[in-house]
């Protein structure tokens, strides 16, 4: 009987992880047996008890731990922990979520999805030099749109080149930093204690973290697509980027972008990110990236790059206000607005006015020799 | 954080048998805490019990200020056990955390051994022994002799991810390999305690191993018996009136929150200055107790006497 009524609620337990799962908290295999182990090791009886017992199993952030009460609440409810099922209850959110949110990012879904074809059909015949070249200072609100997947392919393949050719260039270093004792000892054995022959260390050449914060709203829209594609690239070959969509609202998106192919990750990206094509508040987006963010992960070596054409609708003061905040706590802040290409541009408009004296290096961002010329700030 | 009082003399008890009765279940792990000056909630005596039961670190994350170190020393003391502090930094490594060669003492050693007839593999041997070696708190840890001690590593988010991945190796197999020497394991498991203040977030394989525990701030009540846990001698009124000052200034938008840490310095500084309650004269004077930063010290004073302590006339 009593045997009974432990595996009935081992199986509550391993139901108990699934409800979480689904409402998007980890409860992996191995976290799914320490909750066993902890209900084991405490009076089940007691439901606080075996409530704090499993909050501290199953959590490992705050906020799974802010959530974890209500989450607990819903699954064993005012009874005592008893066999219940989880599958049944909620099929109904995580389905409709996808649908709910395609306004104006299907655009960059239709797009990736033609042009993956479309690359490998005409793209070849185009490869040449000259070609390349010319496809590199084009602007990119201006490619006509035969020449578009091309352009996607060349810039992929360039931007890569780039970012890898960064990382090797971070991981070689001469600099003798001090004296290693405990191989210059080991040495000098062979040689009756003398040290003749020393060795060093040097310190281990950190690569710097990205974060890269992308304007998607409406004004950008002919190049955000193309930017989100220099984050993919970018995030290939940088274990430490972290990408940023923002319109209205600010929403991550470096898990998409960590995604094997590049379609994919546009298909994911288009159902997580709202707010395309909507309009900018740059000051309010950067105060929330602040808040939720900023602390972890603006740090002395971490390089933030903005890619915005500067219209805000917001005010220019909080705008200011928050470029100090993340001026201050990073190493060095790039702001890439694709309008500097433009002949006649001046960055007079008020969002890019306030903004410009926090802003380390100001750049244009409207074609691919641009951006490839970023190299030499990172 | 100010030292921990310490237990009062006329309560003798027995080491051996306290801990273990401490750990009996999660309430006496309470009792015991309070014993020592430590007010932990339930959710908290849960949370070390099973780490202690199961045998599984503990991560502790929290704002500053809110007593997740003392928790380590508290249970150390409750146990009567040895505690053992790794404080994490940028840039730390082996030879800082888990040991490291006297390389003066085997310069010497070397010298001294010249004139002598022994082969290169026994000068080798012997300059690579024990009494050579420099314990560091990880493998100090692991050495402990006669019970398992309660190993705290502070503030790990500080770390950087290598060293991260070593610890991961270190607190699943416990064990060291030191290539000079071989493998050492331990001979008592130790409690294990970490802590984060969120800086960076942590890797997922290190958590999944780790029970997990996240401090708040405290409530009015809480922080109340608190106050009146680690400072005795303050006066009932004064004591009210500081903790809703606090309470009341976390509502505001600062740059660093006030911890228990600051609610604790913030009465000890109104009592040093002799004052029976609190008005805006005195909190102007103590507030780099309570706001950290110039931008946190204008905003406690802009939002003034009537938000912060309405029941103050």
Redo the contacts between chains.
């Keep these: 009987m009593r045997q009974d009524r432990i595996e009935r609620l081992a199986v509550s337990i391993v139901e108990f992880c699934r409800f979480l799962r689904i409402h998007g908290l980890?409860g992996?295999m191995?976290?799914t047996v320490?909750a066993l182990?902890?209900a084991k090791?405490?009076?089940v009886a007691d439901q606080?008890?075996f409530a704090?017992?499993l909050?501290?199993?199953l959590?490992?952030?705050?906020e799974e731990?802010?959530q974890f009460p209500r989450l607990f609440q819903e699954f064993w409810g005012e009874s005592q922990p008893g066999p219940r099922s989880a599958s049944d209850e909620h099929r109904g959110p995580s389905k409709n979520d996808g649908r709910s949110r395609e306004d104006g990012s299907s655009v960059v879904l239709g797009q990736a999805s033609e042009n993956a074809p479309l690359s490998d059909t005409k793209g070849r015949a185009v490869y040449g030099a000259s070609a390349q070249q010319r496809l590199k200072k084009v602007d990119f609100s201006e490619v006509p749109y035969d020449d578009l997947a091309v352009l996607e392919e060349l810039s992929l393949r360039l931007l890569r080149r780039m970012s890898l050719r960064l990382s090797r260039r971070l991981t070689i270093s001469n600099v003798v930093d001090r004296i290693d004792?405990?191989r210059s000892?080991r040495r000098?054995?062979?040689r009756?204690?003398e040290?003749i022959v020393l060795a060093y260390t040097s310190k281990k050449p950190?690569k710097r973290r990205l974060v890269i914060f992308l304007d998607i709203s409406g004004s950008m829209n002919f190049y955000s697509l193309f930017l989100v594609r220099f984050a993919y690239a970018l995030q290939e070959h940088f274990r430490r980027v972290n990408t940023f969509l923002f319109s209205t609202d600010v929403v991550e998106i470096s898990d998409l972008l960590r995604t094997r192919s590049l379609p994919e990750a546009l298909r994911g990206l288009s159902q997580r990110a709202a707010g395309w094509s909507g309009g900018t508040k740059i000051g309010e987006s950067l105060r929330q990236f602040n808040r939720f963010y900023g602390?972890?992960?603006l740090?002395r070596d971490t390089v933030l790059i903005i890619l915005s054409d500067g219209w805000d609708t917001g005010e220019p003061e909080l705008l200011a206000a928050e470029m100090r905040v993340a001026r201050r706590y990073a190493e060095r802040v790039l702001w890439l607005n694709p309008l500097l290409g433009l002949k006649d541009y001046q960055p007079i408009t008020r969002g890019m006015a306030a903004a410009l004296p926090y802003v380390d290096v100001f750049a244009p961002a409207h074609n691919l020799e641009s951006l490839l010329a970023l190299e030499r700030h990172f | 954080m100010p030292v921990l009082p310490t237990r009062p003399d006329d309560e003798p008890l027995d080491e051996h048998v306290n801990a273990s009765d401490a750990l009996a279940d999660p309430d006496a792990l309470v009792r015991g805490f309070e014993r020592w000056g430590y007010i932990a909630d339930r959710s908290l005596a849960t949370a070390v019990y099973l780490s202690t039961k199961l045998r599984k670190p503990l991560l502790i994350e929290g704002h500053a200020g809110l007593g997740k170190t003392e928790v380590a020393k508290v249970l150390a003391s409750i146990l009567g056990t040895q505690l053992i502090r790794l404080q994490c930094y940028e840039g730390l490594d082996v030879s800082s955390s888990v040991y490291e060669w006297n390389y003066q003492k085997q310069l010497l050693a070397i010298k001294i051994q010249e004139r002598t007839e022994q082969t290169i593999e026994e000068k080798e041997r012997h300059i690579f022994s024990r009494e050579f070696l420099l314990e560091r708190p990880l493998l100090k840890s692991m050495l402990a002799q006669d019970a398992s001690p309660v190993l705290l590593i502070d503030e790990i988010d500080r770390a950087d991810e290598a060293f991260e991945a070593f610890l991961l190796e270190l607190l699943s197999d416990y064990q060291i390999s030191i290539p000079e020497m071989g493998t050492i394991h331990a001979r008592h498991i130790p409690y294990v305690i970490l802590t984060s203040n969120r800086t960076r977030e942590l890797g997922d394989a290190l958590k999944r191993r780790c029970l997990y525990h996240w401090i708040d701030y405290p409530s009015f009540e809480k922080e109340m018996r608190i106050v009146r846990a680690r400072l005795p001698d303050i006066e009932e009124e004064l004591s009210g009136q500081v903790v809703q000052f606090v309470q009341a200034v976390r509502q505001l938008d600062l740059a660093k929150p006030p911890g228990v840490a600051e609610t604790l310095d913030f009465s000890q500084g109104v009592m040093a200055l002799r004052s029976h309650r609190l008005d805006m004269d005195v909190i102007s004077e103590t507030i780099g107790c309570v706001a950290k930063s110039m931008e946190d010290a204008v905003k406690v004073k802009a939002a003034g006497m009537e938000k912060l302590l309405p029941q103050i006339p």
């Design positions: 980890p992996d191995r976290r320490t182990e902890a090791a405490v009076d606080q008890s704090f017992a909050q501290t199993s959590c490992s952030t705050m731990w802010v004792l405990r000892i000098s054995i062979s009756g204690g040290p950190k602390k972890k992960l740090s």
